[in-house]
């Protein structure tokens, strides 16, 4: 299973380097292609004795900054690491990408270089998030379109139940439509026709929800619009961010409560974990023609050894064909 690592303008490219080293190191079925300057690589790659049947180098010197316009960079950045990467994703035998790059850029060439799937509109980030209850939920669009259309929202629902489906291995994934309240009644004009729609459709539709259960773990999928899937996704980020920082400034407070945090050292480090993106690896990009995964810029090692994982799960759970499986059912209730 061969996958494309770009290797650029993200914050740290020697942890993306190392991460890519290490998924090799832990899975004999890998090959990966790295995209990057080739110096860099070879001195980071060193430490790590890996098999170099199943490692290639692209030497790429340019990147593509947060500072470039996404769809002219991609366009004219031939020699950019992630340009480089795209070309190597055409290869019938490459089955994806993780990039920790520029988002922007990310989306305009996996529509621009790759192509979108047939019947989809615009493509969509998924990210997978923790909930309560031990589940993860995945929230489509978290910030890809952020006007959008109901028939836009429609073909996230069916996306993102065919992600559930294919990666998670659920059977009849529950959808919720974000909204500021769960009565039908409510809602913008956008949320209330894409609800008709969803009624309409061969999927588990639960209705509408609120922002404050989306970690409640009584969904599978929330859909809604970039915009909004981008303020709910920040707002989490920072909460559990706020959470862990005032939970260790009330334990630092006196000896008594350090005393007793020994006692719920392990409890606490489970909280943290789960409310660690790292450990979550990256947003895929659903809606175009191969697998693409956009990790965090900050991302470490770890995080982009489990990016890696990702495609390696998405491509074995046939996620492209399931897709547009998906879709088939949506076209079927045009034509009735």
Request: with cysteine; charged share 25%.
């Amino acid at each position: 299973m061969k996958i494309v690592v770009d290797i650029g303008a993200c914050d740290d490219p020697s942890e993306v380097t190392r991460g890519s080293a290490l998924a090799l190191q832990d899975d004999k079925s890998l090959e990966l292609v790295l995209c990057g300057n080739k110096d860099e690589l070879n001195k980071t790659l060193s430490l790590y004795n890996l098999d170099e049947n199943r490692l290639q180098i692209v030497d790429a010197k340019d990147v593509i900054t947060n500072l470039d316009v996404p769809t002219v960079a991609i366009r004219h950045k031939t020699e950019s690491s992630l340009v480089k990467a795209f070309d190597v994703l055409k290869n019938d035998d490459v089955v994806g990408l993780i990039s920790a790059g520029n988002t922007g850029a990310v989306l305009s060439g996996g529509v621009l270089r790759l192509g979108r799937i047939k019947g989809i509109h615009r493509p969509a980030l998924a990210p997978i998030l923790p909930t309560v209850n031990g589940k993860e939920v995945c929230l489509i669009d978290s910030g890809a379109n952020v006007d959008c259309r109901p028939e836009f929202l429609v073909e996230f629902a069916l996306m993102g139940v065919s992600y559930m489906k294919a990666v998670f291995g659920l059977e009849n994934p529950k959808v919720g439509l974000v909204s500021n309240g769960v009565e039908d009644k409510k809602g913008n004009e956008l949320v209330k026709e894409t609800a008709l729609r969803l009624k309409e459709l061969p999927i588990n539709f639960v209705g509408n929800m609120e922002a404050r259960d989306a970690l409640s773990g009584n969904y599978d999928v929330l859909v809604c619009d970039g915009f909004v899937g981008n303020v709910l996704l920040k707002s989490i980020e920072g909460t559990a961010s706020m959470v862990i920082k005032t939970l260790k400034s009330a334990i630092m407070s006196d000896g008594l409560s350090k005393f007793g945090a020994l006692f719920m050292k392990k409890a606490f480090s489970t909280v943290k974990s789960s409310m660690n993106y790292q450990n979550k690896g990256g947003a895929p990009l659903l809606g175009v023609e191969k697998i693409i995964v956009k990790a965090h810029g900050a991302s470490n090692s770890d995080a982009i050894k489990v990016a890696i994982n990702q495609v390696k799960k998405m491509h074995e759970g046939n996620l492209i064909a399931n897709i547009k499986n998906g879709l088939s059912s949506l076209t079927a209730n045009e034509n009735n």
